[in-house]
T-cell receptor, first 110, second 117 residues
Framework: QKEVEQDPGPLSVPEGAIVSLNCTYS??????FMWYRQYSRKGPELLMY????GNKEDGRFTAQVDKSSKYISLFIRDSQPSDSATYLC??????????FGAGTRLFVKA | DVKVTQSSRYLVKRTGEKVFLECVQD?????MFWYRQDPGLGLRLIYF???????EKGDIPEGYSVSREKKERFSLILESASTNQTSMYLC????????????????FGDGTRLSIL
């Protein structure tokens, strides 16, 4: 079993839709949770970073962590064509190691 | 803003060549990392460094080495390039654990797309 599982998609939605992206993880020692956005031919860009269960909001983006279920989500409200990218979840155990999901490709159609 | 700069965006080399990929960060980060990214496999850690002249193997170090002579610079070396090393290479940096900026996440460069012919 992979330590972090993420559906690769692709996920295609119309402009204005609410997008839900998800990852599950297997190790309860993981403490820190991140979401990165990666445009084509660019490096991953940090979107959200959290270390506790619950929700964290930043503009149109909400990161949600459920440690009891080992489940993290990223919600995008009022999605825009410019949100079309690959979204990577990433999880840290408090040390050097960061484990990345394989990424979900998102397409937002105008 | 954190700036991680990789020296080349695209690189084409031949089998057996020694290849150097350079990375520089401007945020005084102690930690630096090299990953490769392949479709369906995600990001895989090759090597990382938590201080000048220090290095640790990641998950796939075979065929690679690294050099960190200065804090801001981390180099990845392909000793004898092979076709299975064709990939996107990403450099990242971060603050270390246990500091005031405890567990700050990694910041990435834009990658070097390396083709070995």
């Amino acid at each position: 079993q992979k330590e972090v599982e993420q559906d690769p998609g692709p996920l295609s939605v119309p402009e204005g839709a609410i997008v839900s992206l998800n990852c599950t993880y297997s190790n309860s020692a993981f403490q820190y949770f991140m979401w990165y956005r990666q445009y084509s031919r660019k490096g991953p860009e940090l979107l959200m970073y959290t270390y506790s269960s619950g929700n964290k909001e930043d503009g149109r983006f909400t990161a949600q962590v459920d440690k009891s279920s080992k489940y993290i989500s990223l919600f995008i409200r009022d999605s825009q064509p410019s949100d079309s990218a690959t979204y990577l979840c990433a999880i840290q155990d408090g040390g050097f190691k960061t484990i990345f999901g394989a990424g979900t490709r998102l397409f937002v159609k105008a | 803003d954190v700036k991680v700069t990789q020296s080349s965006r695209y690189l084409v080399k031949r089998t057996g060549e020694k290849v150097f990929l350079e990375c520089v960060q401007d945020m005084d980060h102690e930690n630096m990392f090299w990953y490769r990214q392949d479709p369906g496999l995600g990001l895989r850690l090759i090597y990382f460094s938590y201080d000048v002249k220090m290095k640790e193997k990641g998950d796939i170090p075979e065929g690679y080495s690294v050099s960190r002579e200065k804090k801001e610079r981390f180099s990845l070396i392909l000793e004898s390039a092979s076709t299975n090393q064709t990939s996107m290479y990403l450099c990242a940096s971060s603050f270390p654990s246990g500091t005031e900026t405890y567990n700050q996440p990694q910041h990435f460069g834009d990658g070097t797309r390396l083709s070995i012919l």
